[in-house]
C-alpha cells in the first residue's frame, strides 16, 4: 500500500470508532478471510467492528475464525441496517463496485460513511476516500497483510488473523498455483505460519469436507463436459434438475469449472449453472494465459472478475445461453489459439 493510500487510510480513521467490513455477494474464501481477518486486527486497534455479507455463505468455509459473528443481510436485514447506520467507516473487501454487494448496494449508496475499498479486481470505481486496489494481487487477503504492514501492524497478528488471511490465499490462488502468486506471496504465507497458520488443518477443512452429493454432482457435470477443440475451449453445464436431484447446496460446485481447464491445450473454460429461483443462469469462465476472461465477461455476459477468472450471468435459458454463448466464440478464435 503506497503512502499516499496509508495516509488516506490513516485520517479516515482517526476521528472513527465504529466500522463495518463488507464483502461481495455469493461471497468465497478470499471475500470472508480477508474480512475477518481486517476485523480481527481492527479490533485489536479498539475500533467497534462488524462485519456483513450480503448473502448467506458455504458450508466448507463455517469453521473460520470468526464467521458465527458475522451478519448477513439476507438474514438479518434490521440489525445491518442499524450497524450501516452508526458506521463512521465502511470497508469494501475483495469488490470494487457497490453494485458487487448484491441487496446491500442501495444502503451503501445512501450511507453517509467513508468507504475506504481493499481489492484486487481490475477497473474500480471512485467511491472511496482511500482505494486500495492492486489488480497483480494474489488475494485481498494478501492486500489486507499489506495493509496491516502499513499500519505497523504484523505484531498484532495472531493465530485467528493468520487463518483467516491463509484461507483466503489458498482459495484465491488455487493453493498458490494461480499465476499471481509471487514471490511475495510465499513471503507472505511464511508470515502467516509463523503466527499461527496451521496449513494441513486449513486445507483439509476447506477441500476434503465434501458431502456425497457433491461429489457425485461433480461426476454429472464431468458427464457433461463439451470440448471444442477448434477453440482450445471446453464448458460443462448444470441443469436445476441435476442440482436438485443433488441437494444442492451453495459452495457444492466452487471449482467445477477447474475441471474443464484441466485438459491438454485448453485455455478457455466455462461452466453454465442454472438457478432457477433468481431466473439466471450464473456463467464461470476461467483461462489460461492471455485470454481475458475478463473482458469476455463484460462484452457477454454482465459479468467481470480478473484476467483468467470471471464471473456472469445470463437471463435467457441454459439450452439459449450455452448456444449464444457457441455463437460468440468465432469473434475469439484467433485470440483463443494464438493464447
Ligand atoms: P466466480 O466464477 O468464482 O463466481 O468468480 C470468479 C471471479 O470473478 C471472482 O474473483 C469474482 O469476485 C469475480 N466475479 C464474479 N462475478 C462477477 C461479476 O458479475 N462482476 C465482476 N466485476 N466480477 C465478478
Ligand atoms: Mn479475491
Known amino acids: 500500500m503506497d503512502t499516499q493510500t496509508t495516509s488516506a487510510v490513516k485520517k479516515a480513521l482517526d476521528t472513527a470508532k465504529n466500522l463495518v467490513v463488507i464483502g461481495h455477494k455469493n461471497p468465497d474464501g478470499d471475500a470472508i478471510g480477508s474480512s475477518l481477518g481486517l476485523a480481527g486486527f481492527l479490533r485489536k486497534k479498539d475500533f467497534e467492528v462488524t462485519v456483513v ?17 458475522l451478519l448477513i443481510y439476507e438474514k438479518q436485514a434490521q ?3 442499524k450497524t450501516l ?6 470497508f469494501t473487501l475483495d469488490f470494487n463496485a457497490l453494485n458487487r454487494s448484491g441487496d446491500l448496494s442501495p444502503l451503501l449508496e445512501a450511507s453517509e460513511a467513508k ?6 479486481h481490475q477497473q474500480p470505481d ?37 487463518t483467516n488471511l491463509y484461507t483466503g490465499i489458498m482459495t484465491d490462488t488455487g493453493s ?5 502468486t509471487t514471490a511475495t506471496t510465499h513471503r507472505v504465507i511464511a508470515q502467516l505460519l509463523e503466527h499461527g497458520a496451521v496449513p494441513n488443518v486449513i486445507h483439509e477443512n476447506i477441500y476434503d469436507t465434501a458431502s456425497q452429493n457433491r461429489m457425485k454432482l461433480l461426476g454429472v457435470a464431468l458427464n457433461n463436459l463439451t470440448v471444442l477443440p477448434e477453440y482450445r475451449t471446453a464448458y460443462i453445464t448444470l441443469s436445476q434438475e441435476e442440482l436438485d436431484a443433488h441437494d444442492f447446496r451453495k459452495g457444492d460446485t466452487e471449482g467445477f469449472v477447474n475441471y474443464a481447464l484441466a485438459i491438454n491445450n485448453i485455455v478457455f473454460a466455462v461452466i453454465f449453472i442454472e438457478n432457477r429461483q433468481e431466473n439466471i443462469v450464473k456463467i464461470s469462465l476461467r483461462s489460461k494465459g492471455p485470454f481475458s476472461v475478463n473482458q469476455f465477461s463484460r462484452n457477454h455476459f454482465n459479468g467481470g472478475g480478473h484476467n483468467n477468472a470471471a464471473g456472469g450471468r445470463s437471463l435467457k435459458s441454459l439450452d439459449e445461453t450455452v448456444r449464444e454463448f457457441i455463437s ?3 469473434q475469439y478464435q484467433k485470440a483463443l489459439i494464438d493464447a
Not at 53 to 69: A, R, S
Not at 85 to 90: H, L, N, P, R
Not at 115 to 120: A, G, K, L, S, T
Not at 136 to 159: N, Y
Request: proline share 6%; net charge negative; hydrophobic share 50%.
Open 176 to 180: 498458490f498455483r494461480f499465476s499471481a
Open 115 to 120: 468507504f475506504i475499498m481493499i481489492d484486487h
Open 85 to 90: 447506520d452508526a458506521a463512521d467507516v465502511i
Open 53 to 69: 455479507m450480503p448473502n448467506e455463505f458455504p458450508e466448507f468455509l463455517k469453521w473460520m475464525p470468526g464467521c458465527d459473528d
Open 126 to 162: 471512485a467511491y472511496a476516500v482511500a482505494t486500495y486496489s492492486d489488480a497483480s494481487m494474489s488475494s485481498t487477503a494478501q492486500m489486507v497483510f499489506h495493509f496491516m504492514e502499513a499500519l505497523d501492524g504484523i505484531p498484532l497478528l495472531d493465530r485467528d488473523i493468520a
Open 79 to 81: 440489525e445491518v441496517q
Open 328 to 330: 460468440i466464440l468465432p
